[in-house]
C-alpha cells in the first residue's frame, strides 16, 4: 500500500509540473541550452537545466527554481566524467566547489562562500615565467602565484575541443599548424586584450581567436609581491591538416 501512495504521489507531482512548465531549447551555434519554464512565463526557468555540445555531449546539468540557480550543478567532460561540482543557492555557488582535471584528481577547490582557493594543483606553470605587464610591456618575473582559472582545464578547454571549425580554405589548400593566443588576466581577474602572438594562415589566426575569447569562468589574478598584477596568459590552439 505504501508502495502505491509513493507512485501516485510521484505521478501526482509529475502531471502537475508537466502542467505548470514547459522544454525550451536555445542554440548557441556550438552548444545547445535545454531547460524548463513556467508556461504562465517563459522568461522563468524551473527545473532541470542541462546544456550539450553539438554532437550531443552533456555539458552542465543542474536545476532552477523560479528562475534561480538552486542546486547541486555539475560539468562533465567528453566521457562524461564529472569535471567539477558544487552547490547554487537561490541563484549564487555557495560553499566548496572541487574541479577535477584529465585523470581525475582534483585541480581546484575553490570555497565561493569565502572567497578563498583552498587547493590547487601546482603544475610547472606555476614556476615557470609569466609575463607581467608593466606599463603596458611585458616583464618576465617568477609570480607569486600565476592567474588560476578556478573552473579547470578541462573546462577551459571545452570551446577549442566543441566550437573550433577548420576553415574550408585552409582544409582545401592543406593548410595546419599553431596559432598562439595572448590575453591579459589583470588585476581583477578580468580577461582583455585578446591577440595573435605568433600566427599561422589568416583564416586559421581568425578561428583560434575567435574560440579563445569563448572560454568563459571565474579567473584569479596573478600574484606578484603580495599584490594581484596583470598578467599575459597564452593558449595554443592547434590546426592539424586533415588526412
Request: with cysteine; net charge positive; charged share 20%.
Amino acid at each position: 500500500m505504501r508502495i502505491l501512495i509513493t507512485l501516485l504521489l510521484t505521478a501526482a507531482v509529475t502531471t502537475a509540473f508537466c502542467q505548470k512548465a514547459k522544454r525550451i531549447t536555445i542554440d548557441h551555434g556550438w552548444y545547445n541550452e535545454e531547460f524548463t519554464v513556467l508556461k504562465a512565463d517563459k522568461k522563468i526557468k524551473h527545473g532541470l537545466y542541462s546544456s550539450h555540445s553539438q554532437s550531443g555531449r552533456l555539458m552542465t546539468q543542474g536545476f532552477y527554481k523560479n528562475d534561480l540557480k538552486d542546486s547541486l550543478w555539475q560539468e562533465y567532460d567528453m566521457l562524461g566524467k564529472v569535471v567539477g561540482t558544487g552547490m547554487y543557492v537561490q541563484g549564487k555557488p555557495t560553499g566548496i566547489w572541487t574541479y577535477y582535471d584529465h585523470t581525475g584528481q582534483p585541480e581546484n577547490t575553490y570555497d565561493h562562500t569565502t572567497g578563498q582557493l583552498k587547493y590547487h594543483h601546482v603544475t610547472r606553470a606555476d614556476t615557470a615565467l609569466w609575463g607581467m605587464m608593466v606599463n603596458g610591456e611585458q616583464e618576465w618575473v617568477h609570480l607569486d602565484r600565476p592567474p588560476i582559472f578556478v573552473p579547470g582545464e578541462q573546462i577551459k578547454f571545452r570551446p577549442i575541443v566543441y566550437a573550433l571549425r577548420y576553415p574550408s580554405t585552409a582544409v582545401a589548400n592543406g593548410i595546419g599548424g599553431k596559432v598562439w593566443i595572448g590575453y591579459i588576466v589583470d588585476e581583477n581577474g578580468q580577461v582583455k586584450d585578446h591577440q595573435v602572438l605568433r600566427p599561422a594562415e589568416a583564416s586559421l589566426n581568425a578561428e583560434a581567436i575567435r574560440c579563445v575569447k569563448l572560454i568563459e569562468g571565474m579567473w584569479l589574478p596573478g600574484i606578484y609581491k603580495g599584490k594581484p598584477v596583470p598578467v599575459m596568459v597564452m593558449q595554443v590552439v592547434t590546426f592539424n591538416q586533415p588526412k
